[in-house]
């Protein structure tokens, strides 16, 4: 049934899974919004962006990446310019830090705030495969992950996502575990 503006009274979800390999449908770059007006949400998924870009070019896909009102992040992916774009796209985290100075009238504490990535290359090419990271329109990023999205293991693991403070003397954060360093060069 539809309502006077053309769009359905009840929302349909059409899942478009392995939408680069089953249904390579051109024209869905452009019609990704209009058929979002008309009550029709469409979920579209693919193993990497580069499975896109096959299909629908680099313009295209990043039209249907913008179009898409929330897009999941689901791991496993090696491809350093996406999880660049990724990262920069989750933003950054303002985490407040001090230091101690000692002279001839005292000592001096300084309070500054250091900015550092929600989550960086290397972090985003560490998650497991499965939905991890999940962005909305219009929100803005959270810094920790999604609880309903995390499983748990991952929260543990990866300490820099919740961006706690490293101990005194530490200057370089932890070894990255074996699976990121496919994306080293950019990391």
Not at 98 to 123: E, F, K, N, P, Y
Not at 151 to 168: A, E, F, K, T
Request: hydrophobic share 30%; proline share 10%.
């Amino acid at each position: 049934m539809h309502s006077a503006g053309g769009r359905l009274a009840t929302p349909l979800l059409a899942v478009l899974d392995e939408a680069a390999n089953v249904c390579r449908w051109r024209d869905l770059p452009d019609l990704y919004s209009h058929y979002g007006s008309r009550g029709i949400v469409l979920m579209t998924i693919l193993q990497s962006w580069s499975q896109g870009v096959g299909v629908w070019g680099e313009s295209g896909m990043k039209k249907l990446w913008s179009a898409a009102n929330v897009k999941v992040y689901g791991g496993g992916v090696c491809e350093a310019s996406f999880l660049e774009d990724l990262s920069r796209t989750i933003g950054d985290h303002d985490r407040p830090t001090s230091s101690v100075t000692t002279g001839r009238g005292g000592q001096g504490v300084s309070h500054q705030l250091q900015r550092d990535r929600i989550l960086d290359v290397a972090d985003l090419a560490a998650l497991p495969k499965g939905p991890r990271h999940r962005l909305r329109q219009r929100l803005p990023p959270h810094p920790h992950p999604h609880p309903t999205l995390d499983d748990g293991p991952v929260r543990h693991r990866r300490p820099s996502v919740h961006r706690r403070p490293r101990p005194p003397g530490r200057t370089h954060p932890p070894p990255r575990p074996a699976s990121s360093h496919c994306c080293r060069a950019r990391a």
